[in-house]
């Protein structure tokens, strides 16, 4: 089974992460061997999802602390 990216960057909402606590909390909530899929992308694990979805500009820096980012509401497509 395969999960969309938008379940990650939902729970992402209203929190901050580095990459290291995004992909620990991927982890708990999906499984370590979870799959990703995008609306145009496949077969991926948390480590290739949580790279594209920084390269497609889907998360911002955090206010509070400058190491940290959050998701970006406006890059999140509504479907």
Known sequence: MSIHGHEV????????????????????????????????????????????LKAKGKFKSSVDHESEFTVNNKKICKH
């Open 9 to 52: 960057l939902h729970m992402m909402d209203g929190k901050s992460y580095t990459e290291a606590s995004l992909l620990n909390a991927i982890n708990d909530k999906f499984g370590v061997g979870a799959k990703f899929h995008t609306c145009s992308q496949s077969d991926m694990n948390a480590e290739q999802l949580i790279a594209f």
